[in-house]
């Protein structure tokens, strides 16, 4: 056994409070372009890229829509959105101090590294991670698995040997399909949602080093 296990971490949802932030910004285009979008839609979005997500919208509803402006408009409107209200999710910190000296932490994103790097210059959230994987680093994101792989193989800890954290049905199904034990909080879905999870929980109240431990030897 390893002296340290693996703490992968989401960002959206996980870390920050954020993704309401992104419905704001989206929603903002959807009611611009007349584009009416329903749970399932919302369901597809959550843990997906950019790229995915608007390539979505493109194919869905091409015949509406100037795609192009519509990307520049959000992504405005979106690092406004993180500039004003993003915050930490509540006792994140203290879970994340907690894990320090057990494990070795990753930010496992679906962002791109352009977006990460101006969030961490430009709000007030620190980048306390040792590494940071994002949409730019990787062929596949979510739900594949490339992004956790890659992630383990950084730090060289077997995936086994390795906790995600995720908020999403995407994550969980790439945090699996990589063959690490999966954590699901309930930030942005209701539990029911994220049942193919190995543990769900409603915060970081109920997460210690001891329960990731447990976890990944269960």
């Known amino acids: 056994m390893n002296e340290k296990y693996g703490l992968l971490l989401d960002f959206d949802g996980v870390v920050v409070d954020s993704e309401p932030l992104y419905e704001v910004a989206m929603n903002k285009q959807f009611k611009k372009y007349d584009i009416k979008v329903g749970p399932e839609d919302w369901l597809f979005f959550k843990g997906k890229d950019a790229k ?3 390539s979505y919208i493109d194919e869905k509803f091409h015949s509406k829509i100037d795609l192009e402006c ?21 006792g994140f910190l203290d879970f ?11 930010l496992v994103t679906s962002t791109s590294r352009k977006v990460m790097e101006w969030t961490f210059e430009n709000i007030p959230v620190d980048n306390i991670f040792t590494m940071m994987i994002t949409s730019t680093e990787v062929q596949n994101t979510k739900p594949h698995p490339e992004p956790y792989l890659m992630a ?8 086994q ?16 399909a990589a063959g690490a034990k999966v954590i699901a909080i309930s930030n942005t879905f209701d539990k029911s ?13 109920e997460l210690s ?8 030897n269960k």
Request: charged share 30%; aromatic share 8%; hydrophobic share 40%.
């Open 52 to 54: 995915a997500v608007f």
């Open 70 to 90: 519509l990307k520049r408009d959000y992504q405005i409107d979106l690092l406004d959105e993180f500039k004003r209200n993003m915050r930490y999710i509540p």
């Open 96 to 106: 994340f101090n907690a894990c320090r000296t057990q494990f070795q932490d990753v």
């Open 152 to 159: 383990a193989e950084k730090i060289g800890i077997p995936i």
């Open 161 to 176: 040997e390795c906790i995600v954290i995720e908020d999403s049905v995407n994550g969980i199904r790439a945090g699996k």
């Open 193 to 205: 949602i994220l049942h193919e999870a190995d543990m769900i929980v409603s915060s970081y109240d």
């Open 209 to 216: 080093p001891k329960v990731l431990k447990e976890l990944i």
